[in-house]
């Protein structure tokens, strides 16, 4: 590799992953012989925009088109001219020796450089400032990894120095208040400071240096998540700062603390986001990726035992590439150190994690109650995304495409996601592909996490207009492995409206009978039951785990139509093996002075009984007013907004006040 630039001992490197990650180095060999016949298939691991049709030019690298747009999706013409396929056949050459890789990549570079010149109309299309910060980093891998197969002559080495250095000046002119803020500007400057430090430019590399920290400071929440609210952008960034602190920590380059800081606390905000089997929530403009690599790079570079055992016992591929095997003994050497609970909190962003336990088969719900972010973000205030054993059980749409279209309108719905409506209209409402004609302001609730119950809640004002004010509670009873999910809805006056909730479901098979709905995954199973007699239909949704790939599964839709205030109740349980008998029902809700029963608009509560183990549920919706009393349902009285009430607790757990 390039002095100062990632793994030097590359032969080592190929071999671990080789013994390590077969999967990993088969899919760089697969991508390098599609990219030696002209034909690209965007499929790497951290692809922003994957595609699952090839695009052929022919034998002869004269046909190439770099600034072809296949299907109207100028996504595909961005990937293209990022260059991710020129790491892949450096590392293919790696893998095998096979000099058809290395021959490759020098008639793809220089063919790019002669026919792809920066000008005012590229600059918007193969020369966009984002994807030139992407190809500094891809060109100087691709280098690193090809040294010593002589593919480089010196003419084609002045070559490359010379566009670089172009690279270079057009990304120190291209920024603005956009770039200060969004993770282009991150993306960029990460490029502008790699070319930088191998061209010896202090002065872009002092240049990018304060940018990036200007722009993390903004953009990096004090809980470490990403202001634009997508995982998968988040990682981006992340990716992009991580490896300006390994590279200035080879270089022994000086960085500002706060960027140092804000790097950490975004590495912390992954570990909290992620599910149990460290894959990304489709949040969002995301995708599902296994993000634990950017953990373990953390883990190394900070030392931190918290995001060691995120990341789990192991390197990965991009590890491999990054550090060298020589310093996967040091990551091992990093003694795991686990928080007392396993569910995490995001308050910022409103992101919540509920989990059962540390493991990968373990359960989780996923409640999201926070502003939109940028244009990546999506209408799912109030959602909630859940799975067990690794499998997704409800699930979040993702994106398909960035093309504005009816595709793109209806994945960006709060329809599309696991929240409520109400009387068929959006919260927030779609104007295109990047912006929306109205957005709901989000009121972020409280949350109790304790070893046997997890509480959460959130409410919005997009039906403010209507007079209606929407909330969530959610509460998971994780040794039961069930959740309740209970949907108010405040009204200003008596009128009628309509109030439906929205659920999807990941991929498996549904049957619907009555108000209750029984999903079978591969192994995990799961009932979805609703608890007010609403009208439930089971119908088929579009949701997109990948950029361009849309697949199809099951979607309930409960509705239900009434006066002044109104809820909606559900039980969900998930498992592996259906607990008999498994009951979920609505039991009076009643004062402890006097003994007069409280409407549903105070309180309402239900009783649960799964596997031998009982507990009741208390919502309380309104004050008390007057007097000093308690509530009481199925035998427990308490006073609270949230309780929970065992036999081994009849005094009552309060969740929240």
């Known amino acids: 590799m390039l002095k100062g630039f990632w793994c030097q001992n590359t032969a080592a490197a190929a071999a671990a992953c080789l013994k390590h990650c077969p999967e990993d180095a088969a899919r760089s060999i697969s991508i390098a012989d599609d990219v030696c016949e002209n034909r690209f298939l965007f499929r790497d691991h951290w692809e922003m925009e994957r595609t699952h049709e090839p695009v052929e030019f022919g034998p002869d690298v004269n046909g190439i088109d770099w600034a072809h747009i296949p299907a109207g999706d100028p996504e595909w013409l961005y990937a293209m001219n990022r260059h991710s396929g020129f790491v892949n056949l450096g590392k293919a050459w790696r893998y095998t020796g096979e000099e058809r890789y290395a021959a490759q990549f020098a008639r793809l570079i220089g063919h790019w450089i002669d026919h792809v010149p920066l000008n005012e109309e590229s600059g918007g299309s193969t020369w966009r400032s984002l994807e030139a910060g992407l190809r500094c980093e891809n060109w100087l891998r691709a280098l690193g990894l090809f040294e010593g197969s002589g593919a480089v002559d010196p003419e084609l080495q002045a070559k490359i120095d010379r566009c670089l250095e172009i690279h270079g000046e057009y990304l120190c002119r291209s920024h603005g208040t956009f770039h200060e803020l969004s993770n282009w500007g991150v993306l ?15 002065d872009w590399r002092s240049l990018a240096i304060a940018r990036l920290d200007e722009n993390l400071h903004r953009a990096v929440l004090r809980d470490g998540s990403h202001w634009e609210q997508s995982p998968m952008y988040h990682c981006e960034v992340l990716h992009a700062a991580l490896d300006t602190l390994l590279i200035a920590h080879i270089h022994g380059i000086p960085l500002p603390a706060r960027l140092v800081q804000s790097t950490h606390r975004m590495c912390a ?48 591929e991009e590890n491999y590439w990054d550090f060298g095997p020589e310093q996967e003994p040091d990551y091992k050497a990093i003694a795991p150190r686990r928080a007392g609970c396993a569910s995490t909190a995001l308050p910022d962003s409103g992101n919540y994690l509920l989990r059962t336990g540390f493991g990968p088969d373990a359960g989780y719900l996923h409640f999201h109650c926070g502003f939109l972010g940028s244009g990546h973000g999506h209408a799912d205030l109030l959602h909630v995304g859940a799975g067990i054993l690794g499998e997704d059980v ?51 609730g409280e949350h109790c996490f304790t070893p046997f119950t997890d509480a959460v809640a959130g409410m919005h004002l997009g039906y403010l207009g209507r007079g209606v004010v929407a909330g969530r509670q959610l509460v998971f009873l994780k040794p039961l492995g069930a959740a309740l999910i209970c949907d108010a809805f405040y009204t200003a006056d008596d009128s009628p409206h309509t109030y439906e909730a929205n659920f999807h479901f990941g ?14 995954g591969r192994r995990a199973r799961a009932v979805l039951q609703n608890l007010d007699g609403a009208a439930c239909a089971l119908h088929r949704a579009p949701y997109s785990r990948q950029y361009n ?13 009434t006066a002044g205030f109104a809820s909606l109740l559900h039980m969900l349980w998930m498992g592996e093996e259906m607990p008999q008998p498994l009951a979920a029902r609505r039991i009076p809700v009643s004062r402890a002075a006097g003994g007069q029963p409280v409407p549903p608009s105070v309180a309402e509560a239900v009783q649960l009984e799964a596997g ?38 009849p005094e009552g757990l309060c969740l929240a006040w």
Do not use: M
């Open 188 to 202: 960029q400057d990460h490029g502008l400071f790699l070319a930088g430090v191998y061209l010896g430019r202090e």
């Open 269 to 316: 905000a992954l570990a909290a986001w992620l599910t149990p089997a460290g894959r990304l929530v489709c949040q969002s403009d995301s995708d599902d990726l296994d993000a634990r690599d950017l953990l373990a790079a953390g883990a190394l570079l900070f030392e931190d035992g918290a995001l060691r055992a995120a990341a789990g016992e192991n390197f990965f």
């Open 612 to 649: 031998g183990q009982s507990a009741v549920v208390l919502f309380c919706h309104a004050e008390l007013a007057g007097g000093v009393d308690q509530l009481c349902a199925g035998g427990y009285r308490g006073w609270g907004r949230v309780l929970v009430f065992t036999p081994d607790a």
């Open 507 to 520: 991929p498996g098979q549904c049957r619907l009978e009555g108000g209750r709905v029984t999903w079978q």
């Open 549 to 561: 790939l849309l697949e199809e599964g099951d979607a309930l839709t409960v509705q239900k139509e």
């Open 394 to 444: 409800l699930i979040d749409p993702g994106r398909y495409t960035y093309v504005d279209s009816p595709i793109r309108a209806q994945l960006k719905s709060p329809a599309a996601h696991n929240t409520t409506r109400v009387d068929g209209q959006d919260f927030t409402c779609y104007k295109d592909s990047w912006a929306y004609s109205a957005a709901a302001w989000p009121l972020k």
